[in-house]
């Protein structure tokens, strides 16, 4: 997940951070340093990939998206 997928996932649920870093169980800070583009553990980025999952979000892979750009949708 990249940051500005995050940033994407969290405007298209309207969600907060302290929402997601609650969801994700993770600190604020956590969500802050992330959408920086900050490195993370890996399993602390998974935590919070699956709050949004869990939530309905689809991460669309940049080589796949069709348009070579990184994205989100909402599953329906």
């Known amino acids: 997940m990249l940051p500005i997928q995050c940033k994407m996932a969290r405007t298209a649920l309207q969600m907060g951070v302290k929402e997601l870093a609650e969801t994700a169980?993770?600190?604020?800070?956590?969500?802050?340093?992330?959408?920086?583009?900050?490195?993370?553990?890996?399993?602390?980025v998974a935590s919070i990939r699956s709050a949004f999952e869990a939530a309905g979000v689809i991460f669309i892979d940049g080589e796949y998206s069709g348009d070579g750009g990184p994205g989100i949708r909402l599953a329906l």
């Open 25 to 44: 169980n993770v600190s604020t800070n956590t969500i802050v340093r992330l959408e920086r583009g900050e490195e993370l553990k890996p399993r602390t």
